[in-house]
């Protein structure tokens, strides 16, 4: 097969190719076998019929239609392969020759990734910053443990009302303009007074009430509440005291670190302080890697296609309506509540999904520049972990993988993670 390649613009490359006699005669034995599986032939059991005898049937022409699809497909990815491009998008098929005899000949025009013309990668002079732990931090987690293992305890005194720290047991009702919200009320609702765990008003209009007191209290939803139709705007709760509980915390000593799993005290703040440490370099580390690509990306040469952007933006606005649907509201209703079109919202998008595409070609680069790249070896290591987390063959795994293309994204996760690595040890330094 012989490959001609003419570049027309930044991102759009043609690929003429030309494909031997022999290998179209091969295609062209594989379309009749698939041909003829699937054409019933009068006096011949379906499989069965020979080619001349097909051909005859179906005409020539059928089979060389069968045959061409074969040899596109197959000779624009080798081409592809041999030409070392990465295509973004699915080509343009023409000028296509098929004669009899002949050299089959196509021209393939198709988008590429764009050329990054890499700047500095290491020895930017950045610096991660501190793992800080605060012992605030250990003693807050703490407090949050006895708050998580306290017993609740019957208020006994007839006389007593809501107040903070007390739990009240209650049942409540929403309304909005004299019509009930759906999803808005509940029956037995342990509300922890003073929590700021319900919407704001209501917490603060229960003080005071006494067990079996019924109250109308007023309130205002917050401007980012997730039901957008809810957002900001005022609505009334009956609500009725029907038991009042005091929370009896657990003592700050070995028992509750027992019960937390750990044998002394001193061994669950270790433990809590080790935690909140990992998760402290954890953030430090993406902070930091964030800084020295948002810098690599600032000094290279980067021009994105629109076919990348547009995918990007499409990505990020999937996700959002999927988060959305999450959290009970619809991007319908979201986009709604912030009087914004679906156009707005991905004109929005751009410059996020800009940054974010560009961030990702200049992975590849260094990659490409470092000669780093996933192994087979971390292939399998990957597929074994998976295996173990799923409790299922590593072949099951593998082939599931394969079938629904995201083999290549393991691939590409971990060579960006051996990019990320290099660039953690390297792309700081002085």
Do not use: C
Request: proline share 5%; hydrophobic share 40%; net charge negative.
């Amino acid at each position: 097969m012989a490959v001609d390649v003419e570049r027309i613009d930044k991102h759009r490359v043609k690929l003429a190719v030309q494909i031997p006699p022999e290998t179209v005669r091969q295609a062209e034995d594989e379309a009749y076998r698939r041909l003829v599986r699937r054409v019933n032939v009068p006096g011949f059991r379906k499989g069965k019929a020979p080619r001349k005898v097909l051909e005859s049937f179906v005409g020539r022409g059928a089979l060389k239609e069968e045959a061409l699809d074969i040899l596109v497909s197959r000779s624009y990815w080798e081409a592809v392969a041999e030409s070392k491009l990465e295509p973004i998008a699915p080509p343009r098929i023409e000028d296509v020759a098929y004669a009899d005899g002949e050299p089959v000949r196509f021209a393939a025009t198709v988008e590429v990734k764009p050329e990054v013309k890499l700047g500095g990668y290491t020895g930017l002079g950045l610096t991660p910053k501190p793992v800080e732990v605060p012992e605030s931090a250990v003693g807050t987690q703490l407090e949050h443990l006895r708050e998580r293992k306290a017993r609740l305890v019957p208020v006994e005194d007839p006389a007593a009302t809501v107040a903070e720290g007390m739990v009240a047991v209650i049942d409540f009702t929403g309304t909005r303009d004299g019509a009930p919200i759906e999803g808005a009320s509940a029956a037995g609702y342990l509300l922890d007074v003073g929590s700021g765990s319900f919407i704001p008003g209501l917490e603060s209009g229960l003080i005071g009430m006494r067990v079996g007191e019924t109250r109308e209290i007023p309130v205002t939803f917050p401007a980012d509440y997730h039901a957008v139709e809810l957002a900001g705007n005022e609505a009334r709760f009956t609500v009725t005291v029907q038991e009042l509980k005091l929370k009896q915390l657990p003592a700050l000593d070995d028992d509750l670190a027992k019960e937390a799993g750990y044998q002394t005290l001193e061994e669950l703040r270790a433990g809590i302080e080790n935690r909140l440490a990992e998760a402290a370099r954890r953030d430090v580390r993406t902070d930091y890697l964030n800084r020295v690509i948002a810098k690599i990306v600032e000094g290279s040469e980067v021009d994105v296609p629109e076919t990348l952007l547009v995918r990007r933006v499409d990505s990020m606005a999937e996700d959002l309506a999927e988060r959305l649907e999450r959290g009970g509201t619809g991007l319908e209703r979201f986009l709604s509540a912030n009087g914004k079109t679906l156009d707005d919202l991905r004109d929005d998008l751009r410059p996020r999904a800009l940054q974010a595409v560009k961030a990702d070609l200049v992975l590849e680069a260094v990659a490409r520049a470092e000669g780093l790249e996933a192994t087979e070896a971390d292939v399998e290591a990957e597929l074994a972990g998976l295996a173990k987390a799923y409790t299922k063959p590593i072949e099951q795994v593998r082939t599931t993988l394969a079938e629904s293309g995201g083999l290549s994204g393991v691939r590409q996760r971990l060579t960006q993670d051996k990019v990320l690595a290099f660039l953690a040890a390297e792309g700081g330094q002085a």
